[in-house]
């Protein structure tokens, strides 16, 4: 006999509700479905195990088909009587698992029961669902339940041979794609293929006669035993590689793994890998995937996991993490912080490991591991406190140090006279190669700083080690580097310096936001003429600005030069030498000029500057202006005596485009004239 009856809600718009709010991806309908399926079937086993259940187990492969414009579900589980029905479908927001498990609790800890809601999900893609059960209760009658996605549902006897559940859902026109025998399969591999009961998808097929044909054998879509699952002694390292490649494929090797296994406080397991990073970032996040019990939940973990952690790869299993809740829900989660932080303590506990029982293999990977390890310190302060032990910094000749072995070899010869250490380092080993050897030919040593994140860590270093400081080795001159003592003046006088600073920038190509300022340091006979330094706190800021948006200002700025003469240097000094025989007799009365109107500048400004805005004459004031408007005059008249002299030295334009060379910034036709009048020079 039929009964017909309205489903249990609180609310008659109970479906839209389903279809639009409560899930977000419509897709998610087959892993509830598939799930259902899988834990009546665990509970059959259960049953089984505990002597309550004494007939056949049999075949408990849960089966998935399509069937025209109908998706069926199919499992040979525990089944359901028809108060069972009433009570766990036709009540919304029961659940019957929660009762199950209590009873069974020695036996089925791992079993969470999706019935209740789940099997909602069904109407986000059916007009009309049906299920069709037989319990595994002797003389049980099977029984049909039928609804619309109204409140209204239909329940009756009807005929089933096996125990176990059908469900029935006879997709809408407006999902008809998941119809398609690809579009299941992809669901199904996507959230299904780690389940641990076999689920059945069609029929494997052979090529037969020029196409495809099925076989007797089903088409098994899942592993039911994958790594994560087996205790870590059963494994060796080809499985670990081979999950690897199974759940990443085209992948490189990974480096290490950790296996994850802990029941308390909090039930997880997982394997998280360390994949090979080598450059961006954001291309390698969000690798790790989330499982609630093998059934698949997101592999989107920021937020979840701390955000450094989003570069590992792998998969994590928690039946504490809930299927169907929000993110905001899952970070601030007490059960997840407590996982967040035990994964950070794993993550540190196994790098420790490794650099404490094979150095030489940290190291080897280290370039690898840089990235991951950097982001790690930058992001979360107690993964710094634990990885300062085995992070490590690595110098242009390749040698690897710990923070704490690097400041014991540098303190005594790189500690400048205020007493704080200095740590040298290149971000381009080959293209800085003039200063980094001028370096080490002072004694020092040189840090290879060139991944993607560097510019960070050393602001970081520089907070947390005390009396420290990092410089770039092409920020200056090598003396100043490491000030030892205070600065040696340079012996040119104040027409020297301007008559040099002119001939020398008027030949500085135009280079698109690029600064050049021209500076004087004596360096020694040995040093070069000349060379190209940049400002360690500006060039900085700049590097930093490209990857914090906060920071934006200064990757707007034009990048500052400084172009330094070494006035020890013979080169320099024969310039000099030769402008001042070639010019002195154009330039002389002007710089005499230049003098007395200077000293009638100061006169004036020291006059005006003794009286009040409101005291000083329009006479005075443009007494002034036109003693400033001759002074520049006169200034213009020198430099351009200058740079016609300066247009007229090939040396002069040649070691322009050295110390640019040098840096990388000679190119185009720049570089063309310089190979041009370098072949000319040498003929």
Known sequence: MATQGNIGVTSENIFPIIKKFLYSDNEIFLRELVSNAIDATQKMKTLAS???FKGELGDLTVRIRIEGKKIIVSDRGIGMTAEEIEKYINQIAFSGAEEFVEKYKNDAASIIGHFGLGFYSSFMVAKKVEIVSKSYVEDAKPVKW???GTPAYELKETKKADRGTDIILHIDDENKDFLEKTKIQSLLTKYCRFLPMPIAFGKKQEWKDGKYVDTEEDNIINDTQPAWVRKPTELKDEDYRKF????????????????????????????????????NIDLNRNKIQLYCNQVFVTDSVEGIVPEFLTLLHGVLDSP????????????????VKKISDHITKKVADRLEDIFKTDRPQFEEKWDSLKLFIEYGMLSDDKFYERAVKFALLKDVDDKYFT????RKLIEGNQTDKDGATVYLYATKKDEQYTYIQAAKDKGYSVLLMDGQLDVHVIGQFEQKLEKSRFVRVDSDTVDKLIRKEDHQDIQLNEDQQTALREIFKSRIPEMGKMEFNVAFEAMGEQANPVMLTQAEYMRRMREMSSTQPG???????????NLVLNTD?????????????????????????IKGWEARQTDLRATQNKKKTDEITEEEKEDLANTNKKLD????????????YAAGSQIVSQLIDLALLGNGLLKGESLSRFIKRSVGLLQ
């Open 50 to 52: 505990v002597g309550e």
């Open 146 to 148: 039928s609804c619309e």
């Open 244 to 279: 690897y490649a199974e759940l990443y494929p085209m992948s490189d090797d990974p480096l290490f793994w950790i296996h994850l296994n802990v029941d308390y406080p909090f039930n997880l397991t997982g394997i998280l890998y360390f994949p090979r990073i080598k450059s």
């Open 320 to 335: 504490d993490i809930p299927l169907n809740v929000s993110r905001s829900y899952l970070q601030s989660d007490r059960n």
């Open 403 to 406: 923070q704490d072995e690097y």
């Open 551 to 561: 920071m934006s200002f200064y990757g707007e700025l034009p990048e500052s030069y």
């Open 569 to 593: 240097h013979q080169i320099v000094k024969n310039i000099l030498a030769d402008e001042e025989q070639q010019c002195a007799e154009r330039l002389s009365p002007i710089i005499a000029d």
């Open 633 to 644: 005059e006169l200034r213009d008249g020198q430099k351009s005596i200058l740079a016609e």
